[in-house]
């Protein structure tokens, strides 16, 4: 428990730092289950340069994100490759992820997802594969607040599920 605080803390003073080259390839999802909205609200944060590859990649190699640039393609392309490499499962069922949109940070792009219609949250499966076709070292790290606690997941490419039991 000790080594993955400390790896944690180690991760996001990386992140925080704002070098424009990073040895790291990692994504931070935040999801909050809002009883009284009946709703999961995340927040999925990647860095451009690392989506940006994969959009060009996987769409079209003159995307350009956070410039000027930027066309509404790209922003297309965004949620619909969000929305391809992210599952979630509450209480055993797939739900819908509604795609509300992004707005760029620094070096990353914030992307806002809400699945409504949560009336209680007694366990969560995530797959997060965002940019694991792209880097195999690739990380994704989930953070789930409720209003009774907090936990933590890490998805990799070997482990790019997990799940979490309220019960």
Request: glycine letters at 2%.
């Amino acid at each position: 428990m000790k080594f993955s605080r400390i790896f944690l803390l180690i991760l996001l003073v990386t992140l925080v730092s704002g070098t424009p080259e990073h040895k790291f390839y990692v994504s931070i999802t935040k999801i909050e289950y809002v009883k009284e909205k009946s709703s999961l609200q995340i927040i999925t944060k990647i860095f451009i340069d690392d989506i940006e590859a994969a959009l060009q990649k996987r769409f079209d190699p003159s995307i350009s994100l956070d410039t000027k640039k930027e066309t509404e393609a790209a922003d297309e392309d965004l949620k619909k490759y969000i929305l391809q490499k992210i599952f979630i499962k509450v209480n055993g069922k797939p739900v819908t992820l509604d795609y509300i949109g992004k707005e760029y940070d620094t070096d990353m792009v914030v992307a806002y997802i809400e699945v409504k219609n949560v009336k209680e949250l007694n366990t969560i499966e995530i797959e997060n594969k965002v940019l694991m076709d792209m880097f195999p070292e690739q990380q994704n790290i989930i953070h789930l607040k409720t209003p009774k606690s907090r936990r933590s997941l890490i998805l990799d490419r070997d482990e790019p599920k997990g799940k979490l039991d309220f019960n």
